[in-house]
């Protein structure tokens, strides 16, 4: 096998999914080419059909998936056509997938060494006590440390990035020529998703496979990948190499995904000058607002520039220990003060475990401090009761990240916005619904979706519903927590122009509470970086991007995929 | 696992305090009088009503009735029955009986019904599973007696298989039919626990993964399917216990066994309450000691909690 | 770069109009709006199990309140003579020991057997739903009096607590009557009944409490009771109706169960549990069998459909079946 003759080839692949009424159809009309040695990336959004595709490949597909029509070429051979016991021992051997969810694609009963030794039994590389070196061998490999107390441990005692190595361990046991990898780091922090990516490229180097890789994230594809295969709905649309692709998009979608992509996005100047443009508009209408305030003795709040002000919040967590009448101690968060200035966006960025959340609950005062306070326009909020702090309530609203949990799903969309109006006894029926109308225009979703329900709309568009809600009750301070992670990418710029189109109009202060750094630039003008519940740096954005000073933040900031890609309009 | 194992263990103190107080308070309290009852219809004997009465410790306080009804039941003293014979002794005597019909139907009802419901779970939604859950469905439907009359009647009276009642001689042979019987309300449910645990197990991500591993069909579906689906069966077990005991009441006293179940039986077709009082709160005893045992098990079985 | 020459991975742009653009994150404003009930129903109504048990639950309906609408024969009507006597026009089923009609006292054995069921479930769906979600939604000291109360009553089978009570019941009562019986078997399963449905609204009301609506819910203001009774109750009541469905037909054949041991309902009464119970001593002989019978698959059929609307309940409600 030379390097001229293709490992893997698909020809006019179509995947269909049966359901009660119809053929749904996942994959049209798909070509795709894999070279021996070749990193090849499929990108694209959710229900582009790119993990179809990959599982199609190895008969894997959940369901009532089936393919239709096409080929599957393989070292030269059909696996449409392959039997039932030759696809057995294909995978793993010939192919290995290495899946998307490390929580759940390990099995919690058995150990992992066992999990690893299967792969080598099953296809006679090796057995028993030969095995198991093997196994400790092979998670070695797999960049997991201390490789022989592990291997005799459960998932439940791993952490995610350990999980994923291990998957890859057993997705390279038995030396396949091509590995699948589905999105293999989404779910990891961004520091140990580059950990992992790189190991897998050493990986790659030495041992000599071929990797398709599926990914939601252009900028993490076009860095790893040299061939690139964009999908929108089930097609390919554009297909090339990655840095061409990159520089030069063709199709509509692809220019779409190139725009978006907040790894790329972040690098544009233009993205930083609208920031500016946003953040002027913003803090001019806002002192507009403080002047009101100020004046009249009714509304919450003295008028200041400072709208929230944190000092030293702490937040301890008692955890059951080892024994049960000895709780540990967390430290969540750790003497952590910041200021929000009226009009301006403060971005909280870490990796799981940070604190940042907790921040974010305790300056909503969903969650008391341990020690510290939070003050909301000089006025401290740790004290307040019953009808003051119904009137604090209305300045300071929420927006969460997963929009699957966020929206009552017994609630209509009417229901849901018109409650912050009808708990705090706002204007009669009438007035309400006119108010309702007016919010659902400012998200841009029009106005029958009053009548439907959560289940019926998109992630996205829930998300406009929940903006539309936070807005209710014209608050000042909207908290938004994660608010754009869980959405596509083209989704996820829409939300972010709009929330940013809301700040200029309104005069609204947000603290946007987020992992991805890259999203930051776009949206924050101060930054506050977390480790562990400690405040790392904090800078104001543009700052933090040419000149970090932290080693943390470089690292952080080297992590965001894709960022040392030279674009067009970039510096 | 020692949090989980001390927590559970601590649990069980109070729930047998509170259990045994229910049980007392359940028959002292009612309105009426508890001596006068025993007797039913018969004519009373007033001297006869003050002896029970001191028997029964009745002139005392009700906390102090209860502690001493708690003092009797921890060393195994429960009064006289009708008969005369301690109580006790003559529970003693039958226990032995009861837990060879118990354990036959639990092997019996566990067998088919891990069985039948891992093949239908696997096969959601053919024929096979179909007819199982119907089955199923039929067999809770019913209640308990009536099969062990159609039972007694079809294997033992028209087609002669069996013996149509056990008397004296509790060999294997003879309990089986009764066995079955006992079993087939906990083996319906068993079949649908464990028909609905493989389906879902079936659809999880880390099934996919075994398979793209390269394992063949039958090694997923033992080792990565069936041990997770059985855990939820075991736990199950734990709670079945308490129904089978209810069962054996029923079971052991058309089919005549000489258990515990059909002390309880004759017990409470001649009225006689202390006897019932005795005989349920050993059984009570008995499946606390057992639920603890099973959640214990439970505890060794899934990783997550012995290596928490 | 050599690479991009090779066959099968030339620059390729698919033409335009083979992949069509769309708006992103479009808005399908042409079907109807339909809520999470009005998808379950929808889906109900497609499933036979459903049907069929909709199908017999409405005739049930019917025979309870208008038996008389199948028959003329009082049930109590019983004529020593016709003892076991064969079917005959407008006796459908032939007579029982007594002398009784068969088919009436089938149809009108309905009631009791169902008063019990409807209403033990009543009371335990209600007790259970609040002890639950207090459990679940206060934690801390509400949670454990009401868990550890839960277990001490779940330690005691049911039947076994039924026996000890009705036991003494049917000793000192012997004349309880209609209402007196159900009440008595009533308080006896419910008694016992309702830790199994806290436990489950219990942990219902854990899962549901940590989704975002219920914080979003109380940034807005809502008290914690607002929320509990608004946010979380109808979000986390579903496992209940599931179970409840079902429980109601394992109560009404634990009825029959304590009917036979003598203790369940008075013999005064017309049942299907006593029915069956007074004819099981038939089965020793084999003969007249359907005198045992028919109130016996009446009962079947009853508890099979309760069972299988609990089903069909659980298909429809199915949170996986939920998001889009």
Redesign the interface.
Same mark, same amino acid.
């Given at each position: 096998m030379n390097n001229q003759t293709p490992l893997l080839e698909i020809k006019d692949l179509n995947v269909a999914f049966s359901t009660e009424k119809a053929v749904i159809p996942a994959v049209r009309d798909a070509n795709l080419t894999v070279y021996p040695g070749q990193t090849v990336a499929i990108v694209g959004e959710s229900g582009s059909g790119k993990s179809t595709t990959a599982h199609a490949i190895i008969d894997l597909l959940p369901g009532t998936g089936k393919i239709t029509s096409g080929q599957i070429l393989f070292e030269g051979k059909d696996l449409i056509q392959a039997s039932k016991d030759e696809m057995v021992d294909l995978r793993g051997a010939s192919i290995g997938l290495v899946p998307q969810d490390p929580m759940s694609n390990l099995n919690p009963l058995w150990k992992i060494g066992f999990q690893i030794k299967e792969v080598l039994q099953a296809h006679d590389v090796c057995h028993g006590k030969e095995a198991d070196a093997r196994v400790v061998e092979l998670l070695q490999e797999a960049g997991l440390p201390d490789a022989e107390k592990r291997a005799k441990q459960y998932p439940h005692e791993f952490s995610g990035g350990m999980r994923q190595r291990a998957l890859i361990a057993i997705g390279l046991a038995a030396r396949p020529k091509l590995l699948i990898a589905d999105e293999p780091t989404s779910a990891l922090d961004v520091t140990v998703q580059k950990q992992i990516l790189d190991h897998m490229d050493h990986l790659t180097d030495s041992l000599g496979f071929a990797i398709l890789l599926i990914t939601h994230d252009l900028g993490l594809a076009s860095e790893r990948a040299d061939h690139l295969v964009v999908m929108y709905k089930g097609q390919i649309v554009e297909s090339g190499p990655a840095l061409e692709i990159l520089q030069d998009p063709q199709h509509p979608y692809t220019q779409r995904l190139v725009a978006s992509a907040p790894s790329l996005a972040s690098q544009r100047l233009s993205s930083v000058q609208a920031r500016a443009e946003v953040r002027e508009k913003a803090v001019q209408t806002a002192e507009e607002v403080a002047a009101e305030v100020a004046e009249s003795s009714e509304n919450f709040g003295k008028g200041t520039d400072t709208i929230v002000s944190a000092k030293n919040l702490t937040k301890v967590f008692k955890l059951p220990g080892d024994r049960p009448w000895s709780p540990t101690d967390f430290v969540a968060v750790d003497n952590v003060s910041f200021d929000l200035k009226r009009g301006t966006t403060m971005a909280i960025v870490g990796e799981s475990g940070s604190g940042k959340s907790t921040v974010a609950r305790m300056v909503l005062k969903l969650l008391d401090p341990t020690e510290g306070d939070v003050e909301f326009d000089g006025v401290d909020i740790s004290s307040l009761k019953r009808k003051d702090l119904l009137k604090f309530r209305r300045e300071m609203q929420p927006i969460f990240q997963n929009p699957y949990a966020s929206l009552d799903p017994t609630y209509s969309i009417y229901r849901s916005i018109v409650e912050p109006l009808a708990t705090h006894g706002i204007g009669n029926d009438d007035e309400r619904e006119a108010k309702v109308r007016d919010l659902l225009d400012k998200v841009s979703l029009p106005s029958s979706v009053m009548r439907r329900f959560p289940n019926e709309l998109s992630g996205g568009q829930r998300q406009r519903v929940a903006i539309a809600r936070a807005l209710a009750l014209d608050p000042a301070v909207v908290i938004c927590d994660e608010a754009v992670s869980a959405l596509d990418v083209l989704v996820q710029a829409q939300i972010l122009e709009l929330l940013n189109d809301l700040q200029a109009e309104l005069g609204l202060s947000y603290l946007f509470i987020t992992h991805d750094l890259a999203v930051v630039r776009q949206i924050a003008d101060n930054v506050l970086v977390m480790q562990d519940g400690k405040v790392v740096e904090a800078a104001a954005v543009t700052e933090v991007f040419t000149n970090p000073r932290e080693e943390y933040t470089r690292k952080l900031l080297d992590a965001i995929p894709g960022a040392s890609i030279p674009l067009a309009g970039t510096r | 696992m020692w949090?989980y194992v001390?927590?559970r263990l601590l649990?069980t103190i &109070? =729930?047998?305090l509170?259990?045994t107080l229910? *049980?007392y308070a /359940? #028959?002292f309290l /009612?309105?009426?009088d &508890?001596i006068k009852?025993?007797f039913?219809d018969k004519p009373v004997n007033e001297t006869a009503v003050q002896q029970l009465r001191e028997q029964y410790n009745l002139n005392d306080p009700f906390l102090l009735q209860w502690l001493k009804f708690l003092q009797g039941a921890v060393t195994g003293d429960f009064g006289q029955s009708y008969t005369g014979r301690p109580v006790s002794e003559v529970v003693a005597n039958a226990f032995p009986v009861t837990i060879k019909l118990a354990v036959m139907a639990l092997i019996i009802e566990m067998l088919l019904g891990v069985t039948a419901g891992t093949i239908a779970g696997m096969r959601k939604g053919k024929l096979f599973d179909s007819t199982m859950l119907v089955t199923s469905?039929?067999v *809770?439907? =019913? &209640?308990?007696?009536?099969f062990a009359? %159609?039972a007694?009647?079809v294997f033992g009276?028209?087609l002669n298989w069996v013996s &149509?009642t056990v008397g004296g001689d509790a060999s294997f042979q003879r309990l089986i039919l009764p066995a079955i019987v006992l079993g087939l309300v906990s083996f319906a449910y068993i079949l649908r626990l464990t028909r609905t645990s493989v389906a879902e197990n079936l659809?999880?991500?880390?099934v996919? $993964?075994? @398979?793209?591993? !390269?394992?063949?069909?039958g @090694?997923v579906t033992r +080792?990565?399917v069936l @041990?997770?689906s059985l *855990?939820p069966v075991v736990t199950f077990l734990g709670a079945d216990l308490? !129904?089978l %005991?209810?069962?054996a +009441?029923?079971t052991e !006293?058309i089919f005549n066994i000489p258990g515990v179940g059909n002390l309880?039986?004759q017990a409470?077709?001649r !009225?006689e $309450?202390p006897t019932? #009082?005795a005989v *349920?709160t050993i059984?009570?005893l008995v499946?606390?000691a057992t639920?603890l045992i099973v959640d214990l098990i439970y505890a060794l079985l899934?990783?997550?909690i012995r290596?928490a | 770069m050599p690479e991009n020459t090779r066959p099968g991975q030339q620059r390729y742009v698919a033409p335009l109009e083979e992949t069509p653009l769309q708006e992103v994150d479009q808005l399908d404003t042409s079907a109807p709006p339909t809520s999470l009930w009005k998808d379950a129903w929808r889906q109900l109504r497609r499933n036979p199990m459903f049907i069929a048990s909709a199908i017999l639950l409405t005739f049930l309906v019917i025979v309870i309140a208008f038996p008389g609408f199948f028959t003329d024969e009082p049930p109590r009507k019983c004529v020593l003579a016709r003892s076991y006597g064969p079917a005959e026009s407008g006796h459908l089923f032939g007579f029982d020991r007594q002398g009784c009609d068969v088919f009436s006292r089938t149809l009108y054995g309905a009631r009791a057997s169902v008063a019990v069921g409807v209403i033990t479930t009543s009371l335990i769906v209600l007790i259970g739903t609040i002890a639950g979600a207090f459990a679940g939604f206060y934690g801390k000291l509400v949670d454990t009096v009401i868990s550890r109360t839960a277990d001490i009553f779940f330690a005691i089978p049911l039947l076994l607590a039924a026996i000890v009570i009705l036991q003494v019941v049917t000793n000192r009562f012997p004349d309880r009557g209609f209402w007196g019986g159900v009440s008595a078997v009533v308080g006896a399963l419910a008694l016992f009944g309702w830790p199994q449905i806290t436990r489950i609204m219990r942990g219902s009301v854990l899962e549901v409490k940590n989704l975002e609506f219920v914080d979003a819910a109380r940034a807005i203001g809502a008290t914690p009771r607002r929320n509990l009774f608004r946010h979380i109750i109808p979000n986390a009541i579903a496992p209940v109706i599931v179970t409840a469905t079902v429980s109601l037909g394992i109560i009404i054949v634990a009825e029959a169960t304590l009917s036979f041991l003598g203790i369940g309902l008075p013999k005064s009464v017309v049942s299907w549990g006593n029915d069956i119970s007074a004819a099981t001593i038939l089965v020793r002989s084999g003969d007249h069998i359907q005198v045992m019978l028919i109130p016996a698959v009446a009962l079947m059929l009853t508890v099979l459909s309760f069972i299988l609307l609990g089903d069909a309940v659980k298909d429809a409600l199915d949170p996986k079946a939920r998001k889009r």
């Open positions: - | 949090w001390g927590k649990q &109070p =729930v047998i509170g259990a229910l *049980i /359940m #028959v /009612m309105p009426g &508890p009852a025993l039913g469905l039929l *809770i439907a =019913v &209640p308990i007696f009536v009359f %159609m007694q009647l009276v028209k &149509p659809a999880l991500d880390h996919r $993964t075994a @398979r793209a591993k !390269g394992l063949s069909d @090694r +080792v990565h @041990r997770n *855990i308490g !129904g %005991m209810a069962g +009441v029923v !006293g309880a039986f409470v077709q !009225g $309450t019932v #009082v *349920i059984l009570v499946y606390v639920s899934d990783p997550r290596y | -």
